[in-house]
């Protein structure tokens, strides 16, 4: 029930992050081939000007454009007849008649010259108006501007033409500065009328591509004149679509069709090929949480950011599946991410690839995470990865290096630094999750760690049994596939819990057994309860559950048959409870478990061996082992025939290594005789 809910969850989240495109929407850009089929004209389709002949016509129109303006003859007569009013009332100018006519004479000509705005003087100072336009009976005149002033201008001319100081005073009294009033006035509503004319004949159609005809096949180059035939395209495909009902417009349905059938075959995978992972709710919950987790990102960064589809750090998903799960399980999950975010990019196949390349050196490069050393090593792998991908693609579409754009070094740049804080997320991932990585495993190797060093000083016997099982069991995981840090820190740990009771352990004594005072069924309580002392440390010093499993598994429901059997013969003939005798368990559910058991059972059997021949080891080996098969203690465990041979021949290879026979040396007598007693090499 719950990964069903959680199937339509994420497929909910995805479709509702998708573009709600039209049918006839498409991702193309300038310069870039066509990644669609065959696309035709709807109807009959003008052909204008290409975004570049558009730019060259509308500078060339901006720099010829004249402006229109017009002159108001009615502000000039106001302006000289008010002045006319002023100066000829005003008695104490100290001017004749024929002075005061100067200056009503001087206003005339200034206006009749011609008196613009503060701006429109710039324009012609600065040698960019040099005509103006009037239109007189709808026809348009162009008059020069080298007479225009303005009214600063004009009052600066004035004190050049009466230098005398009573002809100044009667200036200021006068204010002749109001009257310089602009009389050539550009006409705005006229002027944008003509440039607007003037631009639409410019810009009318130089052709039509009639219903049906071809407009672009999939790779031809979007030149700048395809560009525009596009933009039309889309402009009466819009149209189209506004004023009638278009089953296509919304294809909501086909989205959901993808998106499910993209799940469907991330779940097929899991259940079919990972069902550990598939039957697990909080590893279906991360590899879900994950997909869906980066596809939100993947949208945002695709929406706010140019180029930000691409920053986004899509290795860090497989570098983390590789790090809890497998490389398998990492690839395939991180091709379903890779599927799911192609619907948003401007051209897919580029993306898929590109990402497929990155992808496939993320897992190569960082197969085991076992120092952070490891993920800068792997983050300049993948930046070099994303690089030559991307200029391959532009290389084989655009057939030159001109059309690579540095904007997307600088995202996989920003893409490669956003892989540090996969360390992060590996920490997060344990903490939320349970889950346990190998760097966690390298910290719980370290025999300084408290439990260790702990079990070394209590229990030096028990120790020396574990750091000999981890030396056999990761030499056997590693033959087999199996996961060799794991194996090699579970075998460090998986007696445990003998640090309550070290000395009722064979390895552990030195001369005295306790049992010999205690009955059989009371010497296997306590030995049985050095896998429930074990779980109790375990959660005490919050150890992870894989390695508890190795605690509670590494015995399984087997017996403590040295007092079973003991308990059996002196008790001839009477009904024994196997219980009392019998671990906890449960049985091995693992490879690496199983490797564990075998390899302690083998350990320990082998100090009794009086002598440690190739035939008295492999016979040790086979019974061990083939015992505990035939007792049906790893029926449970997924490991195979074939692993079991491997096992036992490792483990016979490496039993023989630690009993070699040694060489002896002879000593050096004073008088240079022959040596009377031998030395170990060693």
Known sequence: MLRAALFLVCVAVAVWLLPKKGANSYNYEMNKPWAYSLLTAPSDMPIYLDSVSAKAVRDSIDRAFRPVYVRDINIEKSAIAAYA?????????????????????????????????????????????????????????????????????????????????????????????????PTVVKDTLATARLYEDMLQKAMAPRGVIQQGERIIDRGDIVTPELYSLLKTYERISGQKSANQVDRHHYPVLGQIFYVVLIFGALYMFLFLFRS?????????????????????????????????????PFTILPILLVVFFD????????????LLCSMVAAFPLEFIFVQWIAGVVAISSLKELNRRSQLV??????????????????????????????????????????ISFAYFMVFLAEKMFGFTSAVTLV?????????????????????????????????????????????????????????????????????????????????????????????????????????????????????????????CNAHPGEEVDAEAFTYPGPNP???????????????????????HTVESITALVNRIIDGQIADGLHDESPISFRDVNTIKQSFIERLRT?????????????DGAKPTEPESKD
């Open 85 to 181: 009013t002023r100066v000829n009332s005003t008695h104490d100018l100290g001017l004749t008649p024929q002075e005061r006519n100067k200056l009503i004479a001087a206003l005339r000509k200034f206006l009749e010259n011609g008196i613009v705005d503060q701006d429109t003087y710039q324009l012609i100072r600065g040698g960019k108006l040099h005509e103006v336009r009037f239109i007189h009976d709808n026809t348009a005149i162009s008059i020069p501007t080298d007479n225009y002033l303005s009214a600063r201008e004009a009052y600066t001319a004035l004190d050049s033409i009466f230098a005398d100081e009573h002809f100044r005073k009667a200036i200021e009294k006068t204010a002749f500065s109001q009257f310089l009033v």
């Open 658 to 670: 630690m009993y070699h026979a040694r060489i002896k040396y002879p000593e050096l007598n004073s």
């Open 443 to 567: 910290e719980l190797n370290d025999v300084n760690n408290p439990t260790l060093r702990e079990l070394s000083r209590e229990c030096p016997g028990t120790f020396q049994h574990s750091m000999q099982v981890s030396n056999l069991a990761s030499e056997a995981a590693h033959r087999i596939g199996a996961n060799v840090q794991l194996v090699r820190t579970g075998a460090l740990y998986h007696d445990i819990g003998k640090i309550d009771n070290p000395a009722f352990f064979t390895e552990n004594q030195h001369g005295v057994n306790p049992h010999d005072a205690l009955s059989p069924i009371q010497s296997a309580r306590i030995v049985i309860g050095h896998v429930t002392g074990g779980l109790k440390r375990a959660d005490k010093v919050k150890l992870p559950q894989v390695i508890k499993d190795f605690i509670s598994q590494h015995h399984g429901h087997g017996k403590a048959k040295y007092f079973y059997n003991t308990y």
């Open 327 to 338: 490389g398998r399980t990492a690839f395939f999950v991180y091709m379903v991410e890779i």
């Open 276 to 312: 550990r992972i598939f039957s697990n709710n909080r590893s279906l919950e991360f590899v879900m949480l994950l997909v869906t987790g980066f596809l939100i990102l993947a949208f945002a960064m695709n929406d706010t950011i140019r180029c930000g589809l691409y920053m986004v």
């Open 589 to 611: 559910q693992t490879k690496e478990t199983s490797i564990l058991m075998m390899a302690d059972a083998v350990e320990a059997a082998s100090r009794s061996l009086t002598e």
């Open 377 to 418: 090593r792997s983050a300049l792998f993948i930046f070099l990865a994303y690089c030559m991908a991307y200029a391959a693609v532009e290389i084989l579409q655009a057939g030159t290096l001109d059309k690579i754009s540095t904007r997307m070094f600088g995202a996989f740049g920003i893409n490669g630094i956003l």
